[in-house]
């Protein structure tokens, strides 16, 4: 079988990377995270091909020089996409420096294709290296299928880079040039074609990969706080007293609600409610096992699930929230702002799953007596007692 054409594979690589950047150029994410330097990159891609496809055509400052300096500001940007999707700063050190080497020693030996093979096999691996270990390092992405693809097309780009000018300084450079169709020239640039897809896929999966866990997660989370949302709480809610009435084990809820939240807006405006209930957040989760959940149930109400938990031990629990909060200020634009909680907990041993619509209804009642008796305060019902039960004795 003949060497592929070696022009037609040039232009081939430089339209997949125009066809490419078009498409990510039509792609407009709501925050940064490097799209728009790899169509830029991809951007330079194109020119460099097109312009190695004019060799002989172009003077040879521009096919040549020209031509390998974009190349190396492509992988310039290709690592400035890294950083910027992993949240660093810009690498401009790192970015600029190789271009610039890049762009003198091509200048030096414009007319010797063999030492410009070899400055190309040398720098343009180094700054490939450099992304992939921005990559992997300090840590692996996860998830890992995007960051694999894109390890895999700058990783092969590297190595034919190395390979290819390890064989030209070993055996000399074909007798045409860049443009001279043989077995090694067609592998070299087919595989450049394969390259830019398939990091640039690698890429667009990373994005696609990031954007999908924060939809799962914003599905499950409340954006101010970072605690469950509502109906993360209540599916777990349900999930729980399923399993609690299977293995015949005590279930415990705490609805827990910020005294007099309004007068916090009117007298610190909503960032200083948002403190406060963000510092309220941080103080239940801390003082939480990790098998209990606790979440934003709506405004300043919280949610606080205690699998496995009898209701004396529910309201102990309870007792030591209300009392961490009143005695931890939270402290907004430097001032002091004091906090205190009216909790209502309801606990027992759960008979049918239906009992969480139960446990919900009477711990809302609970929170409410609470509220009544003067605030700051804990009360409790049993799963199968009344609200009249508990009005005469306060928890505290």
């Given at each position: ?5 070696v ?18 150029a ?21 020119i ?16 040549v ?9 492509t ?13 660093l700063a810009?690498?401009?050190r ?8 890049m ?44 960051a ?13 880079l190395?390979?290819?000018?390890a064989?030209?300084?070993s ?5 045409g ?8 020239q067609?592998?070299?640039?087919i ?15 990373m ?20 605690l ?51 510092h ?18 709506g405004g300043?109400?919280?949610?606080v ?11 102990v ?15 907004h ?27 919900l209804?009477?711990a ?21 007692q ?11």
């Amino acid at each position: 079988m003949p060497p592929l054409d070696v022009p037609t594979m040039l232009l081939m690589t430089a339209a997949a990377s125009a066809t490419m950047a078009g498409s990510l150029a039509a792609v407009r994410p709501q925050r940064r995270e490097g799209m728009g330097l790899w169509a830029l990159a991809l951007v330079l891609h194109t020119i460099t091909y097109v312009l190695y496809t004019l060799r002989g055509v172009v003077p040879n400052w521009a096919s040549v020089v020209l031509a390998n300096t974009l190349l190396s500001g492509t992988f310039a940007l290709v690592l400035a996409a890294v950083h910027q999707f992993l949240g660093l700063a810009l690498p401009w050190r790192r970015m600029g420096l190789p271009v610039l080497v890049m762009a003198v020693l091509f200048a030096l030996f414009m007319d010797d294709y063999r030492a410009c093979v070899i400055v190309a096999g040398v720098v343009a691996p180094i700054q490939l290296t450099m992304v992939l270990w921005s990559l992997w390092r300090p840590r692996p992405p996860a998830p890992l299928r995007g960051a694999a693809l894109l390890t895999a097309g700058l990783g092969l780009q590297a190595v034919l880079l190395a390979s290819r000018s390890a064989l030209v300084a070993s055996r000399g450079v074909p007798a045409g040039g860049l443009l001279q169709t043989d077995g090694l020239q067609s592998l070299t640039f087919i595989a450049a074609f394969v390259v830019v897809i398939l990091s640039s896929l690698g890429f667009i999966l990373m994005t696609k990969d990031r954007a999908d866990a924060d939809n799962r997660y914003y599905a499950a989370h409340d954006g101010l706080t970072g605690l469950f949302n509502r109906r993360a709480l209540l599916l777990a809610a349900h999930r729980d007293v399923a399993h609690a009435v299977r293995m015949h084990q005590p279930y415990a809820l705490m609805m827990v609600d910020i005294d007099h939240f309004k007068s916090v807006n009117d007298g610190h405006g909503h960032p200083g409610g948002d403190r406060v209930l963000c510092h309220v957040a941080e103080l239940l989760r801390a003082r939480l096992r990790a098998q209990d959940m606790v979440g934003r149930y709506g405004g300043e109400e919280f949610l606080v699930l205690l699998p496995g938990t009898a209701l004396h031990d529910a309201v102990v629990l309870a007792e030591t929230l209300r009392g961490a909060v009143e005695q931890a200020p939270a402290v907004h634009e430097g001032r002091p702002i004091a906090v205190t909680l009216s909790i209502g907990v309801c606990g027992g041993r759960p008979q049918h799953a239906g009992s969480w619509e139960t446990l919900l209804r009477k711990a809302d009642q609970a929170l409410y007596a609470a509220k009544t008796a003067g605030r700051n305060r804990v009360q409790c019902l049993a799963l199968t007692q009344d609200l009249t039960d508990t009005l005469a004795a306060p928890v505290h």
